[in-house]
Structures are given as C-alpha cells and as structure tokens.
C-alpha cells in the first residue's frame, strides 16, 4: 500500500482529528486527493474539506458543520499551522503565488488563496464545491505544498473582494491544516 493510502485508511479510522491532520499531512501524487479536519476557533471539530487536484486546479469540498449563519470569506493561507490559541494568525496572510493583489475586483487580483464567499445556513452546515484554479496540490510555483505548508482559513464576515490585503472578512473563526510546515 502507498503512503497516500496509507494516510487515507489512517484518516478514515482515526476520525482525521486536528492533531492527526497538522502532524501527518501528506503530499499527494498529480490528481491526488487531501483530507483535512476543520476546527474552531473554540477547537472544535466542524468536519472535513477534501481537496482533490485536477488538470484545471483544485477542487474544494467542505463538508462541514456548526458554522455561524450567514456570508464567510473563505481562503487558502499561506502557512499550514492552525493555532485555535493564536486565534489561527499562525495560517499567515492569503496564499499568493507570484505576488498578486487580493479580490476578484481588483486589476492585479485575485491572489491563488481567494475563493467565493460561502453561504451557511441557518443549520450550521456548510456543503459546497469550489474549483481554485490559482493553485494546485502538484509540485510547482503554486502549490500549497511548499516549505510553509498551507491552510484553509474561515472568516467571520464576508470579503469584500477588494480591500487589501485580505478582503476585510474579519476574524477566523475556523481553518483546516492542508500542508504541515516541512521540517
């Protein structure tokens, strides 16, 4: 069995908690696929965000629940720590690859981490898929495997896709480690 494999059956038995997720992230092959536990900034658990690469970017799917009402920005980060205790500041500022501005409404935008707004509703639950074409999970300039890992962040508040340098979408209120930081 292949060390993805591997890594996927240990997920699926241990429940992929915040601590299997930040110690044994592991990188996948081109077309790989990523499994990373969400927590609050409370430390809880909010489910699950897979990420699979495909010849157009990445694909995002959250699963997840106990989020607050209404309109979150919605963000890779550019560091794969995710620190409840330091509010998740330890994520970094946005993923961006080759130095772009953030926003989609902005002329030197988006940066590789910007994604859509995402909607919860009044039950908490967040299900939706996002394709991120600014990034990929492959070896290259802009992958979110690189020497400082990377990190899903949720905001509190929406972005505003224009403000810099991260769309004035408030606290994170939740974040996932995709990449932990390589030793």
């Not at 799917?61 to 720590?81: A, D, R, V």
């Not at 967040?126 to 690189?146: I, Y």
Request: with cysteine; charged share 15%.
């Amino acid at each position: 069995m292949n060390r993805f494999a591997t890594f996927v059956c240990a997920a699926a038995v241990f429940g992929a908690g915040p601590a299997l997720a930040q110690s044994n992230a592991t990188k996948p092959g081109p077309h790989g696929v990523v499994h990373a536990s969400v927590i609050g900034a409370d430390g809880r658990d909010h489910g699950v965000v897979t990420l699979k690469d495909t010849p157009h970017g990445v694909l995002v799917t959250t699963n997840l629940n106990g989020l607050p009402e209404g309109e979150h920005g919605f963000h890779f980060h550019e560091k794969g720590m995710c620190e409840p205790q330091q509010k998740f500041t330890t994520a970094g500022g946005h993923y961006a690859p080759g130095g772009s501005k953030h926003g989609f409404m902005v002329e030197q935008g988006p940066h590789g981490g910007d994604m859509p707004n995402q909607h919860v509703g009044a039950s908490g639950k967040l299900v939706s898929e996002v394709l991120n074409t600014g990034v990929t999970l492959a070896d290259g300039p802009r992958t979110l495997f690189d020497m400082d890992g990377s990190a899903l962040v949720i905001h509190a508040k929406p972005d505003d896709y224009k403000s810099q340098p991260s769309g004035d979408a408030g606290d994170r209120i939740a974040c996932a480690v995709l990449a932990a930081p390589k030793k």
